[in-house]
């Protein structure tokens, strides 16, 4: 059996493993509650880790993992840990623990067979899904700060302008040089 | 000196669970993005609220009064005597959990402590530990607790991540109203000064110049006339409104938000095109210049207060009855408060629309009528000239907003206006809408720009509805009835459905209207070019008369 055949296997308890490490990392009570309800609507951070995992997965099981829908993958669960009550190190924690559950799940298997060095090319793979989860983290929280300054604009700024208060500076060249009387009066 | 880095097999033992503790042992920490600032003290002085002074959530002392314990105490007494229902939400609760995960804020942030239940248990523990027999003696036990200043700063920090919206007190099977148990909680709060800045300065504002933004009456009029620059320039129509006219048949009052905040402003601009529309007989007021009152997330006290211009300015103008725009908390204060707060109002006449002849009976005793209502009973008497396919680029769906929906019943006027305005209206699934609709996040005064990461925990179910809706029937405009839904939605929709817009309902009824006088309506209202906005979605180019008139090919097949 090859290593990938192995993980198609035990995919379901994998996913398993990898969605209840998830979910523990949540108060108890909102574990429980992420585990048990199924309705997407009522429950949208459970079902996009639910969702989500297995995506991840069976892009990675696929061998020709695309980048792109990685990262449409990951950034549906990274999105919402990055507004969530998790340090960085915490909220992006969970790609490792895909590698502890296949550990887990294929390590008799693997030593019988002498599969390990295969072990070690899958667990590379997640750590570049980590870098790629890195960059989504980072992008997210910039947006966060991007959105923040957008909002105060809108807000303020027409209002600003119309009152004569803000102006908007035109581009350097069209700028006219101060004229003489300017100058003067500016000193 | 021992090395610092850990071994292999310690990092192996990393938990990411968080430790198990109780929830009375759980402190909140106040980070950065999760927190409301603290109310500035002018602001309590300018409306003589208590406790004024200069303190921050983040600092360990928070200047709190030297009897604060006893005010607290008495706070909670005082209420409990004077409000049946909140005597009554302290002792039934079984803790049964219906409410725990109907929360927006718990669904999105995953934070226990976000559970109406638990929330709530945040003040009943206090009930039990210093009113109760029971609770007093046996303390944890019997479910109480001792009064702290822990307990007043988790109050502060979660009392403030509540929206009042109510949909936890649709599956409560007592019907208790957990938004009723913040209300509670905020005005002890406020006892001690503990107020939040978005909430107590425009309180302040509103107070001394009649609306949240302390805009004075010629700014008001000023920025009023700079939309009316807007119309004339995207439709060709001047419109010359009135402002503080004695004599009006109707007197209009709408949040301030709106006459200077992107996108309300479109909203605005929409109500005056629509009154110039029917020739209606209104006019403005500059001191009665907010629709919205924050004064009912401060005390029930400073509502009235606040409440109060509403009919005293109906009185003073001598109109018949009062219009009133589209906004959330405003309807639920005017329909479940204003009448025996700051009524009767027996000088005014119950509303009957001077176009249609419609009689408003569900107005009959507030004498005010929403938008919605006005504008449904428009178009279903043929009153409105109507060009649905001007919004045809757009594929709409419909936010309800908590308080019209929960707080007033109204669910179908919106939706009768919008299939009547455009051609492309897609509802999200019926567990997010009508009664059982997701809150924005920014209402009862989160709406402020410190608390950005929070507020979008709250908003993240409604986001995702509207994720399923874009995903299924390409739906690019979110419009609701609401102020705050429309200052909050920019910044959530960016976050989380990029690609998505939001608008007031009003807005598509303007963009969609044919006035008297007009020109080839190329712009919408927000000075967007109709086509390029049609190019998006792949319809085809509208040829405008001016093109053909000016010899321009006009290629076949078009429009």
């Known amino acids: 059996m090859t290593f990938q055949e192995l993980l198609l296997k035990h995919k379901s308890s994998i996913l398993g493993d990898w969605v209840k490490a998830i979910v523990e990392t949540y108060p108890a009570e909102t574990a429980r509650f992420l585990r048990q309800s199924k309705d997407q609507f009522a429950n949208p951070v459970g079902a996009a880790i639910k969702t989500e995992t297995e995506h991840i997965f069976d892009q990675l099981v696929s061998g020709g993992a695309e980048r792109q829908e990685l990262d449409k993958f990951l950034d549906r669960i990274i999105r919402i840990r990055a507004v969530q009550d998790f340090t960085p190190a915490l909220a992006l924690g969970f790609i490792y623990d895909l590698k502890r559950a296949v550990r887990r799940r294929l390590e008799k298997d693997l030593k019988q067979q002498g599969l390990e060095e295969e072990l070690l090319k899958f667990e590379e793979t997640v750590d570049n899904l980590m870098l790629q989860g890195f960059a989504i983290y980072v992008s997210c929280r910039e947006q966060i700060y991007d959105l923040k300054a957008m909002e105060m604009r809108n807000l303020y700024a027409k209002v600003l302008e119309r009152s004569g208060i803000f102006t908007v500076v035109p581009d350097q060249e069209t700028l006219e040089p101060l004229s003489e009387t300017d100058e003067q009066n500016k000193a | ?559």
């Open chain 2, 1 to 559: 000196m021992a090395n610092p880095t850990p071994k292999p097999e310690q990092i192996a033992a990393v938990d990411h669970k968080p430790p198990a503790a109780d929830w009375m042992d759980t402190k909140p920490e106040f980070k950065p993005g999760m927190f409301l600032y603290a109310v500035r003290k002018e602001s309590l002085e300018g409306v003589g609220q208590p406790n004024p002074r200069d303190w921050n959530p983040t600092d360990a002392d928070w200047k709190l009064p030297a009897d604060w314990k006893g005010i607290v105490r008495e706070g909670i007494k005082e209420r409990l005597q004077r409000f049946r229902s909140f005597q009554i939400f302290m002792d039934i609760c079984v803790r049964c959990g219906a409410c725990a995960d109907k929360c927006h804020f718990f669904i999105g942030s995953g934070d226990p402590k976000n559970m109406p239940v638990l929330r709530a248990e945040l003040l009943r523990s206090i009930y039990r530990g210093e009113f109760k027999v029971a609770g007093k003696i046996l303390g944890k036990l019997a479910g109480g607790r001792k009064l702290t200043e822990e307990v007043i700063k988790e109050w502060f920090y979660y009392y403030f991540q509540c929206t009042e919206c109510r949909r936890c007190s649709v599956y409560c099977p007592y019907g208790i109203d957990t938004a009723e148990i913040t209300i509670m909680a905020r005005e002890i709060l406020n006892l001690l000064g503990c107020q939040i800045d978005w909430v107590g300065t425009p309180v302040n504002n509103c107070f001394h110049t009649g609306n949240h933004l302390g805009l004075k009456p010629h700014t008001y009029k000023e920025n009023v006339e700079y939309l009316l620059d807007d119309i004339e320039e995207y439709s060709g129509v001047r419109i010359n409104p009135s402002f503080n006219r004695k004599g009006a048949e109707l007197l209009f009052i709408t949040p301030s938000g709106d006459v200077f905040a992107d996108p309300g402003i479109f909203t605005f601009m929409g109500y005056l095109m629509l009154f110039d529309h029917i020739g209606l007989d209104y006019t403005w007021s500059t001191y009665a210049s907010e629709g919205g009152n924050f004064g009912f997330f401060t005390s029930h006290e400073m509502m009235k207060r606040l409440n109060a211009k509403m009919y005293a300015e109906a009185k003073r103008l001598g109109v018949k009855w009062i219009l009133g725009g589209e906004c959330g908390h405003m309807w639920r204060v005017i329909t479940q408060y204003m009448d025996t707060m700051n009524g009767p109002a027996d000088f005014l006449e119950v509303p009957v629309s001077p176009i249609t002849g419609t009689r408003f009976q569900n107005s009959a005793s507030t004498k005010m009528v929403h938008i919605s209502e006005f504008t449904a009973d428009l178009i279903h008497n043929n009153k409105l000239k109507l060009d649905p396919s001007r919004n045809d680029h757009l594929r709409v769906t419909f936010h309800d907003s908590c308080n019209p929906a929960r707080g007033m019943g109204m669910l179908e006027e919106p939706r009768y206006i919008l299939n009547n305005v455009c051609n492309n209206f897609f509802e999200m699934p019926p567990q997010t809408i009508r009664e059982n609709t997701f809150c924005c996040g920014g209402g009862a005064g989160l709406n402020a720009g410190e608390n950005m990461e929070m507020r979008f925990r709250g908003g993240l179910p409604r986001m995702n509805a509207v994720q399923y809706v874009k995903d299924r029937h390409g739906v690019n405009m979110l419009a609701c009835v609401c102020a705050v839904d429309r200052a909050v939605f920019p910044a959530h929709l960016e976050y989380w459905v990029p690609g998505v817009k939001n608008c007031g309902v009003t807005e598509l009824v303007a963009n969609a209207l044919v006035m008297d006088g007009e020109i080839p309506r190329q712009y919408n209202l927000r000075g967007e070019e109709v086509n390029d906005l049609r190019e998006e979605v792949d319809l085809p180019p509208i040829q405008w008369p001016e093109e053909e008139e000016g010899g321009e090919p006009s290629e076949e097949g078009g429009e």
